[in-house]
């Protein structure tokens, strides 16, 4: 008991000591609430390692993080889709420097259906989600999506489309891959956070869109493959640009990364439809936005410090979370792209 | 304490200082400056708000003008916006909540007032007003899990009887404009009630004893003399209810659909105004978009203000003709 007393009133004077001769530094963050889990374990573990190092990471969305590294109110921005041209020219305009992406993790977006007459999994080509999508493709038991899953019994009962309702990364990626798989996807309805959706009922979250699914007879929706593990669901299997129908695991997002092609110098890139044999084509990278300059140099060195630790470190802890870990490839390149942060 | 504090400098040099002192025991001089104080803050605060929602809307106004009021178009992808789905889903929705909820909340409270037992009325009005501290994610989730599976039921009979109308016909998917009036109603009907009761006790009782003393029944004395005494009361009651159903948010986007298309069958999916600023506020990227956003906010603002002021008007000439 003793003991315990002093070795704790000697680690409350370590700590105090420790907080007295370094300078506590607190560092704003805002963005993306899909990488919130694995960020606040980042974060946190890091503050344990250099405890005068706090992370205040607020998961407002994507959106708002990017209006807010934009408007300077915070040290870095997090987006589950890459800054488009637009925004970045805005953030140039504002600051005379730029604005650099560092993907952290990757996640899925995976269709979860509900037919009562099918025990299995499902098979869906791109053709198929685009056609259930755009409203052309009504029927369970339409020609292509019989013919992608030869033996099971399809109903010919109406599709009941679940999407989104709020603005989320999740449709931002499932709208991205529709457009690359289908023209008419990208001149009628385009990528984005929120998007005019042609037909389909709208459930706000991951759980709305699930509760709805599961509610609802022979309605078919896309939640965030986290989500999907999470909560144990009955997920389809997607056929990728070289033709296999893949299951979305860890290891088929990441197997996405790595075969996607190559790997712009400043990190955006959409890896939706990745060519790889194993690459599950619904995937997408996380970013970190940071500013190319950040004029606080003890900031300046706690976040290039930081980045380093979750390139190397930090990747060790993405699966317990259900988060897919970036490629070898891609860390090496984002190791020697730290540099750039001035 | 702040306030009143701060309150002793302004009006001291202008009084003598002991003068001053009395009447600050007395009451009056604090009571004042702090109520007018309250008074104006919420002056204030409205004002901020209109100036705010008005300011930072401007980009959507300059772009879309008045049509923004009147196109079905929202398409964040291409930056086009209008609000006409989701003024009509808000209107639609509000007015179900008001038709259903109106006769079950003042019949409620007419009960609970004039003919329920003592014990069992204030029993059951605590409960009410229990009811109406519920937050409302709790209304939106016994909305999905609950109420829309009992309507996946009630609808075959409801389509057998009123089928022929447009309003009950297309598919059913269990979310929907008039599940979303439903929740509403029963969000409601706890401000009715409870607001109501409060009136209705208030009438005095020698109104109740010359109605009977002039031979009137128990029913016909609450129905012409005591409802039409509390009618001020009660009406107040059902506007703010309407303010409820108006700028509910959490449970009408989750039993609503979420679809802003316009159609006139109550089983369609629809969507409201304060569903969509809460649902794409956070993601929205591009001045224009968050614009359109805000300028809903406006537009919803204004609704109240409008339906609020047809309703009182309605009121007070029903009030000229009776009297």
């Known amino acids: ?342 | 304490m702040a306030a009143s504090s701060s309150t002793v400098p302004s009006a001291g040099p202008s009084r003598a200082a002991p003068n001053f002192w009395e009447r600050l025991r007395g009451g009056d001089e604090a009571a004042y400056v702090l109520t007018f104080i309250a008074a104006a803050s919420i002056l204030l605060i409205t004002g901020m708000l209109v100036y705010e929602l008005f300011i930072n809307s401007a980009d959507a106004r300059a772009k879309f003008g008045w049509a923004f009021l009147f196109t079905q178009t929202w398409d964040p992808v291409n930056d086009q916006f209008g609000a006409l789905p989701f003024i009509y889903g808000t209107l639609v929705t509000s007015f179900l909540a008001l038709l259903m909820g109106i006769p079950l909340g003042v019949g409620a409270a007419i009960f609970l007032a004039e003919l329920a037992p003592p014990k069992i009325s204030d029993a059951l009005t605590f409960l009410i007003e229990l009811l109406a501290a519920v937050p409302s994610v709790i209304y939106g989730l016994l909305g999905i899990f609950v109420l829309v599976p009992i309507l996946r039921l009630v609808e075959p009979s409801l389509r057998a009887v009123l089928g022929w109308t447009p309003f009950f016909s297309g598919p059913f998917y269990g979310v929907s404009l008039f599940s979303a009036g439903v929740v509403l109603a029963v969000m409601i009907i706890p401000f009715i009630i409870s607001i109501s009761r409060e009136v209705i006790l208030a009438v005095p009782g020698d109104q109740r004893e010359a109605a009977l003393a002039l031979g009137a029944t128990r029913w016909e004395t609450t129905w012409d003399v005591v409802v039409p005494f509390a009618k001020k009361g009660i009406m107040g009651s059902i506007f703010l209810a309407l303010a409820r159903a108006l700028g509910e948010t959490m449970a009408v986007t989750m039993v609503v659909g979420n679809d802003p298309k316009i159609k006139a069958s109550l089983f369609a999916p629809g969507y409201s105004i304060a569903a969509v600023i809460a649902n794409e506020f956070t993601e929205a990227t591009g001045k224009l978009y968050t614009s359109a956003l805000i300028e809903l906010g406006l537009v919803l603002f204004a609704l109240t203000i409008v339906i609020n002021g047809v309703a009182r008007l309605l009121v007070m000439g029903t009030d000229k003709y009776k009297t």
């Open chain 1, 1 to 342: 008991m003793m003991k315990r007393i002093v070795t704790q009133a000697a680690l409350i004077a370590a700590l105090a000591t420790g907080v007295a001769s370094a300078e506590q530094i607190l560092i704003n963050a805002a963005g993306a609430t899909f990488p919130y889990p694995m960020y606040s374990k980042w974060f946190d573990e890091y503050h344990k390692k250099f405890p005068n190092l706090q992370f205040n990471y607020q998961s407002i969305g994507s959106g708002g993080g990017i209006k807010q590294v934009t408007e300077g109110t915070v040290e870095f921005g997090a987006s589950d889709g890459p800054m488009n041209d637009r925004q970045m020219k805005e953030f140039q305009d504002k600051h005379g420097f730029g604005i650099l992406h560092f993907p952290t993790v990757m996640g899925a977006d995976v269709p979860v259906f509900n037919v009562a007459s099918v025990s299995t999994d499902l098979n869906f080509t791109p053709e198929a989600l685009a056609g259930i999508f755009l409203g052309k493709i009504t029927k369970w038991n339409d020609p292509e999506l019989m013919k992608a899953n030869p033996g099971v019994k399809l109903p010919s009962a109406d599709i009941i489309v679940v999407h989104r309702s709020d603005g989320s990364g999740t449709t931002y990626i499932w709208t991205d891959y529709l457009s690359k798989v289908s023209p008419e996807w990208e001149m009628k309805v385009g990528r984005g956070t929120s998007v005019n959706w042609p037909v389909g009922l709208g459930g706000k979250g991951n759980e709305g869109v699930s509760g709805q699914v599961k509610q609802t007879p022979n309605s078919i929706g896309y939640v965030e493959l986290i989500y999907a593990v999470q909560n144990k669901m009955k997920t389809g299997k997607v056929k990728n640009l070289a033709g296999a129908y893949v299951q979305a695991s860890l290891a088929s997002v990441t197997a996405a990364a790595a075969s996607s092609k190559e790997m712009p110098d400043d990190f955006r890139v959409s890896i939706t439809n990745a060519p790889g044999k194993d690459a599950y084509p619904i995937s997408s990278f996380t970013w970190l936005l940071i500013p190319e300059k950040i004029a606080d140099p003890t900031k300046k060195k706690a976040i290039k410090e930081f980045l380093t630790w979750m390139l190397a470190d930090g990747q060790n802890m993405t699966e317990a979370l259900a988060y897919a870990r970036l490629p070898k490839a891609v860390v090496a390149k984002e190791m020697k792209a730290i540099a750039k942060v001035q």
